[in-house]
């Protein structure tokens, strides 16, 4: 079936400017993760939802950030007022279920093929 | 917080031979999962293999294998008879039980040779 997909593939932006990246999981993927990854950086973890909440936000870089799932599938990671310190390719993945609490399962992610940002 | 450390920032052998990449980590939880994932120029992650912690057989699939040592927090993979489309960013990962995604080291670049 069809893998995790994300758009725009390259987007390429002024600073300030407000933008918007979407993720489509797995069809049945109940799990979704956004990350970013810099040459700074490395791999960072941003936010994970189970179904249409995160129980956790505080991965998010700056108050900058925010994101959101509606119906359980298609997620949109947004940005405002972009900074060139956000420039980085984000990167979503999805699992059937997300992991459970006491690390006593976890499934595996799979990843879509990411979303390059340059802010200029 | 748990943190994941590969030590080869890049490796290169060539075509046909065997290949060790280095993974540890430190964590204080007893319960959770490692992977290797695979990142060619394409930038697709790809899951190469995975590892729980409860189990103390060694996970294989075909030429990948790994040598997860859990008292010494170690968890390297062993690619045998590398072949060219093996190159790639190969990243070792975490997850422990708490609702975070996965934690990576900084990866090592594997380039193989012909």
């Known amino acids: 079936g069809a893998g995790v997909s994300q758009s725009p593939s390259n987007k390429v932006t002024e600073k300030g400017k407000d933008v918007e990246l979407r993720c489509d999981p797995i069809?049945?993927?109940?799990?979704l993760y956004w990350y970013r990854q810099s040459l700074g950086q490395g791999l960072e973890f941003l936010i994970y939802?189970?179904?249409?909440?995160?129980?956790?936000k505080s991965g998010l870089p700056s108050d900058r950030f925010s994101a959101e799932r509606t119906g359980g599938s298609v997620s949109t990671l947004t940005i405002q007022r972009t900074q060139q310190e956000d420039s980085a390719v984000y990167l979503c993945?999805?699992?059937?279920?997300?992991?459970?609490?006491?690390?006593?399962?976890?499934?595996?992610?799979?990843f879509g093929p990411g979303t390059r940002l340059t802010v200029l | 917080a748990q943190t994941v450390t590969q030590s080869q920032p890049e490796m290169s052998v060539q075509e046909a031979e065997t290949v060790t990449l280095s993974c540890t980590y430190d964590?204080?939880?007893?319960?959770?999962?490692l992977f290797w994932y695979k990142q060619p120029p394409s930038r697709q992650m790809i899951l190469v293999i995975r590892q729980e912690a409860y189990k103390q057989q060694n996970a294989t699939e075909n030429r990948f294998s790994v040598n997860f040592q859990k008292a010494a927090k170690s968890f390297s993979l062993k690619i045998s008879d590398s072949q060219l489309g093996d190159t790639a960013m190969y990243f070792c990962?975490?997850?422990?039980?708490?609702?975070?995604?996965?934690?990576f080291g900084k990866g090592t670049h594997l380039i193989i040779q012909p």
């Open positions: 990962a975490f997850q422990g039980g708490g609702a975070d995604g996965l934690t």
């Open positions: 069809s049945g993927h109940t799990a």
């Open positions: 964590t204080s939880e007893n319960n959770y999962y």
């Open positions: 939802f189970q179904g249409n909440s995160a129980p956790d």
């Open positions: 993945a999805s699992s059937l279920v997300g992991p459970l609490a006491g690390g006593t399962f976890t499934d595996t992610q799979y």
